[in-house]
């Protein structure tokens, strides 16, 4: 078949091969960032009051975590409609680089508090990743219209926009709880 969707394309859309996992492809394809971010934090490059609020470990886990969104967000924006003609279908459930983009931001700004030791680090980590597949699946508004955009576009933005409210969700329940 020719559809335009490279084999790159194909490997960065479904999350390096996560997105033909099943069930529930979504939340294999959101699971590279949170391994990322437990990396990150186990090896002393997440956010902690000993590096300070804002100093270069915290600088380094936003800016990866960013920079990983932002690939995988240009990943479906260029290779999205030939996804779509591939897989023949809208938001084909294969197509997991808009998941792995979201989860990002919903593990940006963690805090510092949050760090003080592995178990309150992997609730974090546990509670943004629920959060977000929860906002994935319901769609609160206004997610659940933009899957009406064509291509890429309307592959990414409910997930981004998922990836927000669960951004607020976690930081909401983190600091209440702290």
Same mark, same amino acid.
């Given at each position: 078949? %020719?559809?335009?969707?490279? /084999?790159?394309? &194909? ?8 997105? /033909?996992? /099943? ?20 090896? @002393? ?9 804002? @100093? ?8 990866? *975590? *960013? ?10 924006? &260029?290779?999205?409609? #030939? ?32 760090? #003080? ?13 629920? #959060? ?11 997610? %659940? ?16 926009? #998922? @990836? ?10 983190? &600091?209440?709880?702290?």
């Amino acid at each position: 078949m %020719n559809s335009g969707l490279s /084999r790159t394309g &194909r490997t960065l859309l479904t999350s390096f091969g996560l997105g /033909r996992l /099943r069930p529930a492809s979504g939340t294999w394809g959101s699971l590279p960032p949170v391994a990322l971010s437990a990396g990150l934090i186990m090896v @002393g490059l997440g956010p902690c009051e000993a590096c300070g609020v804002f @100093g270069p470990a915290w600088w380094l886990y936003h800016l990866l *975590l *960013l920079g990983v969104c932002a690939v995988f967000c240009l990943v479906c924006v &260029r290779w999205g409609d #030939a996804a779509e003609a591939a897989f023949g279908e809208k938001d084909p459930g294969s197509v997991t680089a808009d998941e792995t983009a979201g989860m990002c931001l919903a593990l940006l700004f963690p805090p510092v508090a949050s760090m #003080a030791s592995p178990f309150a680090s992997a609730g974090l980590l546990v509670s943004a990743f629920v #959060a977000f597949r929860l906002m994935d699946i319901v769609k609160p508004w206004p997610a %659940n219209g933009l899957q009406r955009i064509a291509g890429g576009w309307g592959i990414l933005l409910d997930d981004l926009i #998922a @990836g927000l409210y669960a951004l607020a969700a976690v930081q909401i329940v983190w &600091r209440a709880l702290l």
